[in-house]
């Protein structure tokens, strides 16, 4: 990846993490393309699971004020960016990865705050909020 496309990378990352209620770092190893296509899907509308490169994420997270996040950026890594409700695309990862093994909750962030795997799961266990 070129230096400006890496810049760019970079720029829209941060974005994202910026734009989001949550974001919740997985680890994708062995899952298939359809696999990754059906849990784009029940992540929700509110939701975007895009597979990263370590390096730039880390640093994108970092310039949107989230550095609590570094010591998950190891092995294959993709983040679900939340935008609605986290209960719901949690719900959705949780579940997920009890059909696929593969797929590992890492840990993420809720407004600011730093969430574990386990506290990711136990978001998952609360009723979605009515708007």
Known sequence: MARPDKAAAVAELADQFRSSNAAVLTEYRGLTVAQLKTLRRSLGEDAQYAVVKNTLTKIAANEAGISTLDDLFNGPTAVAFITGDPVVSAKGLRD????????????????????????????????????
């Open 96 to 131: 997920f990865a009890k059909d696929n093994p593969n797929l590992v909750i890492k840990g993420g962030v809720l407004d600011g705050k730093a969430l574990s795997a386990d506290e990711i799961k136990k978001l998952a266990d609360l009723e979605s909020r009515e708007v």
